[in-house]
């Protein structure tokens, strides 16, 4: 029984790419004192997260963030959104069950009405699967496709919980994948892991157990955290055991159907789980560190828009003017891995811009 399922597309390229994160910044070692007390600088210098950029509740959502974005890189770029013809939201954390974001985004940014647009629930990997769809819905289409990315997982990290009370900041990403003459290959590869879902989950608030009025009660746990129902509940060591044991496995993969190795890439981009879990499967694949880009310092963990966040905030120059070879891969929540390799500019990349909050 194979590992992993084996995508790849041609003709198609990444036309640009931008990411908006609000300006409330929340410094850690304030925030994190009154839990972790003493210890509060070794949590921090093991997670990586000196900052994060967090909304506020029930004003900001992923899908005011990700159209920010867009506006953000069409104001920029002068790039036509008339050609756009799909929206792809990749989220967790839409405004509402029904309807999507997807569709709310098309009217916002006034795209036309002969567009195809659904949301993608997807967390950390999600934003690898955005790519292949938007990649297969683009050469379908022989148009432009707009994949926006964005979560506010923070709404769903208890203040109170040791697993992930420092971990998760907030993030709206937009990126154009457009058809091309370029014969550059993108290939893809996916692995999941549903047995072990219970590692990475919300317990409430869908349709298996419906919030209630005890839904929003903080209780304490066996594993030592306080948290709500609708909070995130996290086995950190289930989840680093998966990842470090099957991420370098899923680039090893993908690497050899690409013929390549790490001296052909420029740049390894991983999910910004947290510093040490991206210095680990760094180290195991044998990248550089000065290949592999890091904002969970600054951002914090805003699941699967930390990778294009991280491009736009690391690397807006370089890909701006020129072309460089990325092998990427997302991974978490599921459990789920998506690993990709392909190339990335010359595009137009303003960077990271602010939502005033």
């Known amino acids: 029984m194979e590992q992993f399922a084996l995508a790849k597309v041609k003709n198609v390229r990444i036309a640009g790419l931008s990411a908006c994160v609000p300006s409330n910044v929340v410094d850690n070692k304030i925030f994190g004192e009154s839990i972790y007390k003493n210890e509060i600088s ?4 093991t997670t990586g997260v000196s900052e994060r950029r967090i909304c506020p509740e029930n004003v900001v959502t992923s899908l005011d963030l990700s159209v920010r974005a867009a506006d953000y890189l069409r104001e920029k770029s002068g790039y036509d959104f008339d050609n756009i013809a799909g929206v792809i939201f990749v989220t967790s954390s839409p405004d509402f069950l029904m309807p999507n974001n997807a569709t709310t985004a098309q009217y916002r940014l006034g795209l036309s009405g002969a567009t195809a647009a659904f949301d993608i629930n997807l967390a950390c990997s999600g934003y690898i699967y955005g790519l292949w769809v938007a990649a297969m819905m683009s050469k379908s289409l022989n148009k432009s496709i707009l994949l926006l990315d964005g979560e506010t997982n923070s709404h769903f990290a208890s203040p109170k919980d040791y697993a992930t009370a420092l971990l998760f900041g907030d993030a709206g990403t937009a990126s154009v994948i457009e058809p091309c003459d370029d014969s550059n290959e993108w290939t893809f ?7 072990q879902r219970d590692a990475l989950i919300i317990p409430e608030g869908g349709y298996r157990k419906r919030i209630d009025k005890h839904s929003s009660e903080y209780k304490k746990y066996p594993d030592g955290g306080i948290r709500r129902g609708i909070d995130m509940q996290m086995d950190g060591m289930g989840v680093f055991n998966f990842v ?9 993969y993908l690497m050899e159907e690409t013929n390549t190795t790490p001296d052909d890439y420029d740049i390894l981009a991983l999910h910004q789980a947290n510093l040490f879990m991206v210095k680990q499967v760094a180290k195991m694949m044998k990248f550089p560190m000065e290949k592999v880009p890091t904002t969970i310092q600054k951002f914090g963990n805003s699941s699967s828009a930390t990778i294009p966040v991280t491009i736009a905030a690391e690397l807006d120059k370089q890909i701006s003017t020129k072309k460089l070879r990325f092998i990427a891969s997302g991974f978490g929540a599921g459990l789920s891995i998506a690993s990709a390799s392909f190339e990335l500019g010359p595009c137009v990349c303003p960077g990271v811009t602010e939502y005033e909050c």
Not at 189 to 195: K, N, P, Q
Request: charged share 25%; no cysteine; hydrophobic share 35%.
């Open 244 to 252: 470090v044991r099957n991420v370098p496995k899923s680039l090893q």
């Open 189 to 195: 590869v996916f692995e999941t892991d549903g047995s």
């Open 42 to 45: 070794n949590v921090i210098k």
